[in-house]
């Protein structure tokens, strides 16, 4: 918890004599997001691939003050660019201490607070809320009401004595706690469309009317939301004047280069050994290969969070050798990729008739992504050497039990080995499991290059004539 800086007004009074002026929702992002991009400072930590295409949309939608929907395929990081919004709050603002909203010392909204404001004038208590506490986030489900969205009538306090036409009876939902912030609704369309009807109020009137209630609340929040396209999910739709009340319409994307996607790994894998860069091209390599595979549903797309389970996996495949051998540190090689395939072949939704064929597509998607990576490590260099070592009768044999050192031993010394590590970034004095997980590449490269046969079995591959 962050705690209150001590300076910040206490009172209502004081709050006036600091000259502190309410300011709505949306202004506040607009000054925030100027001030900052003015500044040269990055308003979106974290977000990468976006900065050209989905960002400067965002902004001119913050800007101009319009509630936003991103529109866009599971992954692609529409949740993770929504709550980076928080980051343009004010670090600290007055509340009503006590308050059950959310409301400005010198703005108060509801009945309750009114009539404090009214009795204490200066000496109302103010207290202070982080900007984290002001961004709230539902997923949206079939099982979602509008008493959880917009309120209803508490009966605990009716049976305390209030009478039912009592404003104050009203226990409020998700939208109205959320005065004077920001309300993520994740999932829209999979919001029931009686439930969507109970926002069209809050997002064009900016009031909330609950249970025939008289009582008009002048919200203030800015209403953001994720959706999937709707011929995907097919589970439900954003109803069309819901939709008309939206400002903006953003369509997001997956990363556009290999480049991007291989920061995005490196950015939200949990990575239990190491993954060396080539390593992780070919990962991002093979997720758009997956993305342009026929084989792939396409609507249903090919989540970033692929990308990043199948780099923990290789991760922990290397974890598990290294356990296993002693050997360390534990250095992921691309005998680890193997395990990719049938680990992460359920994440994937395929075309109709490829039933059976899954692995076999994986697998094939796979070895173009690490001859695509070769390639490009390795171009310009003569690696016929190595193919020749090999084939004069210096089998190399690699598995999950053989450690890199072994993998080096089994090869004459070469100076083709000193060029194929520099190419991927590994220096002559680094241990031999980075060393190994080079050599491996190129190994692979001359297989997939029909210069080299591998024979594999359950746990062990041999690269020879």
Known sequence: MNDVPANLPRTAGDLRAAGHLPRSIKQELHDNLLAKLRAGEDPWPGIIGF????????????????????????G???TRLLRTLAGLLDEWTPVIEGAELAEHPLDPITPESCRRAAELGDALPVTWRHRDERYTEKLATPDTSVGDLI?????????????LGDPE???FGLVPRAHRGIVAINELPDLAERIQVALLNVMEERDIQVRGYTLRLPLDVLLVSTANPEDYTNRGRIITPLKDRFGAEIRTHYPLDVDAEITVVRQEAHLVAEVGEPLLEVLARFVRNLRESPVIDQRSGVSARFAVAAAETV???????????????AVARPVDLDAVPAVLRGKL???PGEEGRETEHLVHLLRRAVAETARSRF????????ADAVEAGHLV???ERVPGKDVLAALPELPVLHDVAARAGVGPDEPAGRIAAAVELALESLFLSRRLAKDSDDSTTVYGR
């Open 51 to 74: 900065s050209r295409t989905v960002v400067p949309q965002l902004e001119r939608a913050l800007l101009a003050g319009h509630d936003v929907v991103l529109l866009g395929e599971r």
């Open 76 to 78: 692609q990081g529409k």
């Open 151 to 163: 309120g209803d009538v508490d009966p605990v306090k009716v049976a305390e004595g209030r009478s």
């Open 169 to 171: 009876t009203i226990h």
């Open 315 to 329: 991760g922990a495949a290397a974890l598990r050798r290294s356990a296993l051998t002693g050997e360390e540190p």
């Open 349 to 351: 939704e395929f075309e």
């Open 379 to 386: 171009a310009g260099l003569d690696l016929v050497p190595l």
């Open 397 to 399: 044999a690699t598995g």
